[in-house]
């Protein structure tokens, strides 16, 4: 199946600061979604972004289908941006997204 | 309902004994996932639903866990004789299913413990 792989695993900022999150993915895709979680579980759809750029106040993605990989742009963080975010690619041919591990990432006041 | 919605939010239950864990998907959806994860980890695949169509079961890890989908909306999922190593949250999705791999809306999951 597709491998999915986000980086850093880990990432922490004060407040304010500015972060790009990378996704890589082994596979040509039709499709790609970043996730965030915040700390109490609850998963939220940020992105739903299968080429191009999308930007949604201070978040914004790029997807680079050709090249295999994702950027999620996070400026002027804040604490509740604090969580994992993850991203999620459905192997060529199915409707079943993968998802990497994840990028968890602790934003300090 | 405005969101999917699970229960419940929390079972505790002895090791040998069976559960069952129910989704209710947004309204009008046809697409239906269970994901789980383990403490720390990412998301597991376990089962998808599309329409009437047959499941896609190649996420279930074992023949004690299973799933239905009544009449396109609830799903359940089941889990017989249950394992310490099936301690984790199972998480329910649902999507439009009209594109290929059309956005995730999840629930806000089961947080299941065996002990």
């Known amino acids: 199946g597709i491998q999915v792989e986000q980086s850093p695993p880990d990432l922490i900022l004060q407040e304010g600061a500015n972060s790009t999150l990378r996704c890589n993915f082994s596979d040509s895709v039709n499709n790609l979604q970043w996730f965030h979680q915040n700390p109490w579980g609850q998963l939220i759809n940020l992105f739903y972004?299968?080429?191009g750029t999308k930007q949604n106040g201070r978040l914004s993605a790029t997807t680079v289908a050709t090249e295999r990989y994702s950027l999620l742009y996070i400026s002027s963080s804040q604490t509740t941006d604090s969580g994992v975010y993850f991203c999620?690619?459905?192997?060529?041919?199915?409707?079943?997204?993968?998802f990497g591990r994840g990028t968890s990432l602790i934003v300090h006041p | 309902g405005a969101g999917v919605s699970q229960s419940p939010s929390n079972k505790v239950t002895e090791k040998g004994k069976d559960v069952e864990l129910r989704c209710d998907p947004i309204s009008g959806h046809t697409a239906l996932y269970w994901y789980r994860q383990s403490l720390g980890q990412g998301l597991e695949f376990l089962i998808y639903f599309q329409g009437n169509s047959a499941p896609d079961k190649s996420g279930l890890p074992s023949d004690r866990f299973s799933a239905e989908r009544t009449g396109g909306s609830v799903s359940t999922l089941t889990i017989q004789r249950t394992q310490q190593e099936d301690s984790a949250v199972y998480l329910c999705?649902?999507?439009?299913?009209?594109?290929?791999?059309?956005?995730?809306?999840f629930g806000n999951g089961t947080r299941l413990t065996v002990t």
């Open positions: 972004i299968p080429s």
């Open positions: 999620a690619v459905p192997s060529g041919g199915s409707y079943i997204p993968t």
């Open positions: 999705a649902s999507s439009s299913g009209l594109l290929m791999g059309s956005p995730l809306h």
